[in-house]
């Protein structure tokens, strides 16, 4: 089975982790000291958000060069060390790989709007008229008023998806094409593991469509599969497409050509706030039912939260709705279409809760990623702005910089709401009693890689007549797993029949659970799961 498949991933901001030289940011030696710590979780796959010299507006998502590190996380060499030291412990690192467009900071985009005939003019897309493109919508709503933005210097306007600051790249010039696969061959010849690929619907554009999931777009990308076959065969492409299954499912390529290894499911993630909230499990097995089937080498990457805000782009508006006002009844936990809070404040800080999405994310179909700091409920800082306030420190002790950082002004602080803060959340009181929440996770990753069942089972819902109840079956060679999930915050009857097994196994424990005839009387406490291996 491709290692990809049943490996649990972990997401790391490289500035919040930990600070090794003092100087107040996250750096690459400082991930170095704490792969100890990764490894003890049970991660398999590290996913470094972008460390390239970046002016930081959107923090390393506008890229100046794609060939280097940032100076605040180390150098080349710092880095080799890193990829040397996770390899070591048989751990995996991806990298971001931000191609739909670079920072305006970046000197082909310096040359391209000082020249008309500089030859990286049409490394970008100008025009004359901003009403091209129409169709294509505004994706950081609250910030962005149109796709393009006038250049004094180019005389031109230019055409960016993202921030005024991000110019994509024009993937209609050949020249572009080849740089990226080049900035990719550079990685990998370091032994990257693969990368997460930024915002790939957007690559090209095409009048009088919306400029998302083009065929120029799927064509480009089944050529850098063809390219990471031949040269890089076992190295991974994990596809960021924040779209509807059906639309996703193209990313994994078709009868024309491969394209990703693995794809997030962004529309599962709302549903299962959506199916928390509702005590009702319909959501989630509605976007299962809407889900195609992808190809055996292939993998969904499920996720609960993530750097940016919970994404309420593929819910219908008033789903939207509901869920701004279920979780995020303050305007300013909202940004653009989602919402910009931490899983655990999202939850009020409910342990039950939290541990029950975390089960569901592990014993649902996919590969599951954690967000750095999820594992022991770190909480978010709603007073920075945009994103910022789900990127705060990494929480490691109960001192006041949290063991993150000797400086006097580390790039900010840990979070200072009360029931968050680093003497009430982190990661030593957490290891040290096994009560905790990172024990919890720590052996749902256990479990999950221990039980093919969990890692490429099918999926088979048991109809119940309490939709409180989420209850669904993960097979897999033999292997039978039985999950239930209480949705509720009442006590409520299993209601699960079991005629075909003779005993019952927690497989979270390892112990004997109750007779499998005596599991319909059973009474699930409020957001009680289980995982039961039937034999
Ligand atoms: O986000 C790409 C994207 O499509 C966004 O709409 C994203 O889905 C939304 O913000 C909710 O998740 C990627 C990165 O994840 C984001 O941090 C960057 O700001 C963006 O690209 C531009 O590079």
């Given at each position: 089975?491709?290692?990809y ?5 972990y ?5 919040a982790?930990?600070d090794s030289?003092?100087?107040?940011h ?8 704490k792969?100890?710590y ?10 470094l ?6 002016p930081?507006?959107d ?6 060069d794609?060939?280097?590190?940032h ?6 060499d710092?880095?080799k ?7 070591a412990r048989n751990l995996?690192l991806?990298?971001?790989l931000v191609?739909?467009?670079?920072s ?7 040359s391209a709007r000082?020249d008309?005939n500089?030859?990286f ?5 100008w ?14 709503c609250?910030t962005?008023?149109?796709n393009w933005?006038w ?6 306007y230019?055409?960016h998806?993202f921030y005024?600051?991000?110019p ?5 010039n050949p020249?572009?094409?080849?740089e ?5 061959r550079f ?12 915002a ?10 919306n400029c998302?999931n083009?065929?120029?777009?799927h064509?480009f990308?089944?050529r850098?599969r063809r ?7 076992d190295?991974?492409l ?9 639309d996703?499912r193209a ?8 394209e990703?290894?693995?794809a997030f499911?962004?529309?599962?993630m709302?549903r ?10 319909t959501?989630?097995?509605w976007v ?8 055996d080498?292939?993998q ?5 939260r993530?750097?940016d805000?919970?994404t ?5 508006p ?6 701004w006002k279920?979780y995020?009844?303050?305007r ?10 931490r899983?655990?404040?999202l939850?009020?800080n ?8 975390n089960?569901?994310?592990?014993t ?7 967000y750095?700091?999820d594992?022991?409920?770190?909480g978010d800082?709603?007073?920075l702005?945009?994103r910022?306030g789900?990127?705060t420190?990494?929480?490691w002790?109960a ?6 950082s ?11 709401t009360?029931?968050y803060r680093?003497?009430e959340?982190n990661v030593?009181?957490q290891m ?13 990753i256990?479990?999950?890689k221990?039980?093919?069942?969990l890692?490429?089972?099918?999926l088979?819902w ?7 109840i989420?209850a669904?079956?993960r097979?897999?060679?033999g ?7 209480n ?5 409520r009857?299993?209601?699960v029949?079991i ?5 019952l196994?927690?497989?979270l424990t390892?112990q004997?659970f ?5 599991l319909?009387?059973?009474r699930?406490?409020?957001?009680e799961?289980l995982?039961l291996?039937?034999?």
């Amino acid at each position: 089975m491709p290692w990809y498949k049943n490996a649990v991933f972990y997401e790391i901001y490289l500035r919040a982790f930990y600070d090794s030289n003092g100087d107040g940011h996250g750096d690459l030696r400082g991930l170095i000291q704490k792969l100890d710590y990764l490894q003890e979780l049970g991660v398999d796959c590290l996913w470094l958000m972008p460390t390239y010299p970046s002016p930081l507006k959107d923090d390393g998502y506008d890229i100046a060069d794609y060939r280097s590190i940032h100076p605040d996380y180390g150098n080349l060499d710092d880095f080799k060390a890193l990829l040397e030291a996770a390899h070591a412990r048989n751990l995996r690192l991806i990298l971001d790989l931000v191609i739909n467009h670079t920072s305006d900071q970046h000197p082909w985009f310096q040359s391209a709007r000082a020249d008309r005939n500089s030859p990286f003019r049409d490394y970008y897309v100008w025009s004359d008229d901003p009403q091209r493109y129409k169709r294509a919508r505004i994706i950081f709503c609250d910030t962005e008023t149109s796709n393009w933005t006038w250049d004094e210097q180019a005389g031109q306007y230019y055409w960016h998806r993202f921030y005024a600051c991000q110019p994509d790249l024009n993937y209609d010039n050949p020249a572009v094409q080849d740089e990226i696969l080049d900035v990719m061959r550079f990685w990998l010849d370091l032994g990257v593991d693969g990368f997460r690929v930024d915002a790939v619907p957007y690559l090209f554009e095409r009048e009088g469509t919306n400029c998302e999931n083009l065929p120029e777009t799927h064509a480009f990308l089944q050529r850098m599969r063809r390219f990471v076959d031949e040269h890089y065969p076992d190295r991974l492409l994990l596809c960021e497409a924040n779209q509807w299954p059906q639309d996703v499912r193209a990313y994994f390529g078709d009868t024309e050509g491969k394209e990703f290894h693995m794809a997030f499911h962004f529309p599962l993630m709302p549903r299962l706030f959506m199916a928390l909230a509702k005590a009702d499990y319909t959501p989630i097995r509605w976007v299962f039912e809407q889900t195609p089937p992808i190809p055996d080498d292939c993998q969904w990457c499920t996720f609960l939260r993530n750097h940016d805000e919970l994404t309420l782009e593929m819910v219908t508006p008033e789903e939207r709705e509901w869920m701004w006002k279920t979780y995020a009844p303050q305007r300013r936990m909202r940004l653009n279409l989602g919402i910009r809070r931490r899983l655990a404040p999202l939850l009020d800080n409910n342990r039950r809760k939290i541990e029950l999405l975390n089960s569901l994310l592990f014993t649902l179909p996919g590969a599951p990623i954690l967000y750095y700091g999820d594992e022991i409920g770190m909480g978010d800082d709603l007073n920075l702005s945009d994103r910022n306030g789900l990127r705060t420190p990494m929480q490691w002790d109960a001192s006041p910089q949290a063991g993150f950082s000797t400086a006097k002004r580390p790039y900010a602080s840990p979070v200072p709401t009360p029931g968050y803060r680093p003497q009430e959340v982190n990661v030593a009181a957490q290891m040290a009693d096994p009560q905790s929440l990172w024990h919890a996770i720590r052996r749902m990753i256990r479990a999950r890689k221990q039980y093919p069942s969990l890692q490429c089972g099918t999926l088979r819902w048991l109809e119940g007549n309490d939709p409180s109840i989420a209850a669904f079956e993960r097979a897999c060679n033999g292997q039978r797993m039985l999950l239930i999930h209480n949705l509720s915050s009442q006590t409520r009857p299993c209601a699960v029949k079991i005629t075909n097994a003779k005993k019952l196994t927690n497989a979270l424990t390892g112990q004997e659970f109750i007779h499998p005839l005596e599991l319909q009387n059973y009474r699930l406490a409020p957001w009680e799961y289980l995982w039961l291996l039937l034999s």
